[in-house]
């Protein structure tokens, strides 16, 4: 072979085998390449990502005097009904724990011996929202899936007096362990309470319909209720965890795998030039 043809047949195998060596590098140092570095650096640095809290608490604070303002003395005691979780508590400890161990997706056990150690921090503006509540006669209603076991109840008392919130008892406090479904809830409190808004930071914090596998389904029963958002509906953000999880890989939880990280590879190509 002449040495031209040998550098042409070289280079058209190299280029053969790029694709697959891209593939690898970018699944083969897990310190470099996470899937939630970009969500993280966002959680952990954007003040962008802070505002979006102040601006979700300004207009919960918003609804809540307008509500007291329209109260009448027979009506309802006013109340609001708010997640825990990446709503009030904020978790970019633990994610960031996960990346430094070269984790990519949530994992239960890990997060259980987090939660024993108090470290969740109040987002930002929670606190004097909720002391605003409270201070105008209008209840605080948290309710939360997490699930550690026997000890659930306690450590979520734990964490949320850490950082100082009001009325963390028993009444104010309801734990769903078996179901991820708050509408139940939400119903027994709405026999006793006017309830102004409900926050979270997942549409299933909201209404159970959202509960959906289908990514278009999802999107489309959140179009149906689009004037309920900033109104019934205050909606914070979390790029790392949460039911649209659910919606691309079929779980909240998805394992550490890469037939997993390619599925998550194809939902952020849906859209993608290819000139
Ligand atoms: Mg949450």
Known sequence: MRE???????????????PALGQNALISDRNIENNLMMA?????????????YH???????????????????????????????ETLLLANDYWGYLITQGQDFFDDASWDRWVAQNRAVASP??????????????????VTNRDQGETTVQLAIENLNA????????AHLRVLRESSNKELVQQEIREDYDVVALLGDNLND???RYYSTDVEQRMSLMEQDRDRYGRDYILFPNPTDGHWIRAIFGESEPLESDANRRILRDAATRAAWAP
Not at 125 to 142: I, K, M, P, R
Not at 163 to 170: E, I, R
């Open 4 to 18: 031209s043809v040998k550098v042409l047949v070289i280079s058209m195998a190299l280029a053969a085998a790029m």
């Open 40 to 52: 993280m650096a966002w959680k952990q640095t954007a003040a962008e990502f802070r505002a979006l």
């Open 55 to 85: 601006q979700g608490f300004n207009i919960a604070r918003m609804r809540v005097e307008i509500a007291s303002a329209q109260k009448r003395d027979d009506s309802l005691p006013l109340a609001i009904i708010s997640d825990v979780d």
């Open 125 to 142: 503006g929670a606190l004097e929202f909720l002391n605003f509540c409270v201070s105008n006669g209008v209840e605080v209603f948290y």
């Open 163 to 170: 950082v100082g919130f009001p009325s963390v008892d028993a």
């Open 206 to 208: 909201f209404a159970r």
